[in-house]
């Protein structure tokens, strides 16, 4: 039997993108939307966060795609000679950067040149939202421009004009960079300091411009932004939406857990020996979770904060959603503390939202799919893609040092 690949008919680029994150996800066990809470979820890490999503590794990639698009223009391809000069760049470019000794985050790094999502497909909706490619449209699409669309100057010179299909703006790439002998994500001083800018101007009042601006490192061992020394000191509309995250990652936490202590119960009635231990490995973790809740502030938390954010991504959450998060919400405050592995009530709500979200393909209620359980199912507190957003703060802190 052949490979599954993607194949895209005519979604557009944004439900693209999103199935691709979607597959990843499923790749990892820990950050399954097992609940069915991945519209909540991604509405705030584009609030905190426009432009990024988990599919991005290095900082960089966002030059070296327009790159290689702006030099295939300069050489006069365009339509299909262009996107077949460009897919042969960037499948060259996997062994220049390895060559370069730089690997950490290189797309294809496993699977060389056979790699299928390119860098172009991963980072264009980032391009078009950072302001760095400046019209709608796929890849063929832009490809396809005529020339009349896409001025001589277009391709060579940092010259403002409103018809550029890249940011005339962007830094030139190394004197060297399309031999494709060697290169790394080692962003210079200018590329850093372009970059930050068009950062900040396409996403004013956002976590996101507040990290760019402080021109810092993210500490790797921060794993979730509220954490973050200089976040803990931020202001206004910005620490307002960084709680929001946070509340919300730390109230439904406790709901994946209860989850998993359910799942982990029912392999043991199944026989599943090899997972035994795992019913008091989960309802462990749920009472530290529950004395992590005692010293929070979610009881005093109004939820009309969290669906005006998410509104106002254009994705308001459904009636179901809605009322699953407020009834779970009311359910912790009115716990106490106690045992909620043991509280019918939670474990009711917990069951039917599964069923709800996946019919009869709830684990919970069938026996193959339980059989087929891996031992964990979205049991990892949300982190609204801050270790992607960390490592391209990081890349471009240290080009900017």
């Known amino acids: ?84 000069w460009v897919d042969t760049q960037e499948r060259r470019l996997i062994g220049a950067l390895r060559n370069g000794g730089d690997s950490s985050g290189l797309i294809g790094g496993v699977v060389g040149e056979r790699v299928q999502n390119l860098p172009s497909t991963i980072y264009w909706n980032s391009l078009r939202r950072f302001g760095i490619l400046r019209h709608n449209g796929t890849p063929t699409h832009i490809a396809g421009l005529r020339p009349a669309s896409r001025p001589p100057h277009d391709a060579t010179e940092h010259v403002e004009n409103p018809d550029a299909v890249w940011d005339p703006s962007m830094p030139a790439p190394p004197e060297d960079f399309f031999a494709l002998t060697s290169c790394d994500f ?143 919400v009311s359910l912790v405050r009115s716990s106490g503390g106690t045992d909620l592995a043991g509280d019918q009530t939670a474990r009711n709500l917990i069951r039917e939202r599964e069923h709800h979200q996946k019919r009869s393909q709830a684990r919970l209620t069938n026996d193959r799919l339980m059989r087929q359980w891996g031992g964990a199912s979205g049991s990892g507190r949300l982190n609204f893609r801050w270790p992607v957003v960390a490592r391209l703060m990081n890349d471009i802190a240290d080009g900017r040092s």
Request: glycine share 8%; with cysteine; hydrophobic share 40%.
């Open 1 to 84: 039997m052949p490979p599954a690949v993607l194949a895209w008919l005519d979604y557009s680029e944004a439900d693209q993108r999103r199935a691709r994150e979607i597959v990843k996800m499923f790749s990892q066990p820990d950050s399954r939307d097992e609940l069915g809470l991945g519209q909540i979820r991604d509405a705030l890490s584009d609030t905190l966060f426009p432009g990024t999503s988990v599919l991005l590794t290095r900082a960089r990639y966002l030059l070296f795609v327009p790159w290689f698009y702006r030099e295939g223009a300069r050489r006069r391809r365009q339509g299909s000679q262009l996107s077949s």
């Open 186 to 328: 080692a962003l210079t001083r200018d590329e850093a300091t372009w970059l930050a800018e068009r950062i900040c101007l396409a996403a004013p009042n956002t976590l996101l411009e507040f990290l760019v601006g402080t021109g810092n490192r993210r500490s790797e061992a921060t794993r979730f932004a509220w954490d973050d020394a200089e976040v803990k000191a931020a202001t206004g509309q910005v620490r307002d939406a960084a709680n929001e995250a946070r509340r919300f990652a730390i109230a439904m936490h406790g709901a994946a857990l209860l989850y998993n202590v359910l799942l982990a119960e029912r392999a043991e009635q199944l026989g599943l020996s090899q997972h035994e231990g795992g019913r008091d490995y989960f309802s462990n973790l749920l009472d530290r979770w529950l004395d992590e809740v005692e010293g929070s502030d979610l009881g005093s938390w109004n939820l009309e904060g969290l669906w005006g954010l998410v509104s106002s991504q254009g994705r308001p959450p459904s009636p179901l959603t809605l009322r699953f998060v407020t009834e779970w």
